[in-house]
């Protein structure tokens, strides 16, 4: 059985403060991917990120960045001086063998002007 | 490319209805997945479809079924509704690389709301 966490269920920030959404998973395939999608109020679920268990090295893509620990089981999502677009619920989702995605229950994010 | 797009956006049924729901995935991607979302219980995986054929299965009742096109469009049907069928509707496309699935691309969803 997969489990994918999202302790934090609400975060609110002021513009340009940096924040960091935690993601902890539960798995016991050997091979398995790790992602995070943004959902905007329109409901659209938007792909930001997809990471293979096999590679741990981090990723900077603009003002966000992503920490995989495998050892912690954690794949966390930080924000860089955070902007009011960035107000959205952002889930973490597992894939293993089941080809099939586990959602955490999502953290909605608030960035205030 | 066109993204993902689902058919309606918006849909009101009765109790004991039935209602289709459809799902046009990106051009070239042959697997299609559908996933509810309820303020309860998350966003949960229904099934997956990869040339016609369902490859996966999600842990609801045989009232949820789809199928899959030849030109890889889907649609999923809901039959004798009940209320805690409201819900996002959510579809994915994907495509095989490397004989691995790539990230799923979501549309944005049909909301039902059963009444």
């Known amino acids: 059985a997969q489990k994918v966490t999202q302790a934090q269920t609400e975060i609110s920030v002021v513009e340009k403060e940096d924040v960091t959404l935690d993601c902890v998973y539960e798995?016991?395939?050997?091979?398995?991917?790790l992602f995070w999608y943004k959902q905007p109020p329109s409901g659209e679920l938007v792909f930001l990120i997809r990471r293979n268990s096999f590679d741990e090295q981090n990723e900077i893509s603009g003002r966000y960045s992503w920490n995989f620990q495998k050892s912690t089981s954690s794949f966390n999502f930080t924000i860089t001086a955070s902007q009011v677009v960035d107000s959205a619920v952002y889930f973490c989702?597992?894939?293993?063998?089941?080809?099939?995605?586990?959602f955490g229950s999502g953290t909605q994010l608030t960035v205030l002007p | 490319k066109a993204g993902v797009t689902q058919t309606p956006r918006y849909l009101i049924k009765t109790r004991g209805q039935q209602v289709t729901l459809s799902c046009s995935p990106i051009s070239g991607h042959r697997s299609v997945s559908w996933y509810q979302q309820t303020p309860g219980q998350g966003l949960q995986f229904l099934f997956e479809y990869f040339s016609e054929t369902q490859r996966n299965k999600g842990n609801f009742p045989g009232r949820f079924s789809g199928r899959q096109f030849s030109n890889s469009r889907s649609e999923m049907n809901v039959s004798t509704l009940e209320l805690g069928d409201s819900a996002l509707y959510l579809c994915?496309?994907?495509?095989?690389?490397?004989?691995?699935?790539?990230?799923?691309?979501f549309g944005q969803g049909t909301r039902l709301t059963v009444v």
């Open positions: 994915a496309s994907s495509s095989l690389t490397g004989g691995r699935d790539t990230e799923a691309f």
């Open positions: 798995t016991r395939d050997t091979t398995y991917y």
């Open positions: 989702a597992l894939s293993g063998s089941a080809r099939q995605l586990t």
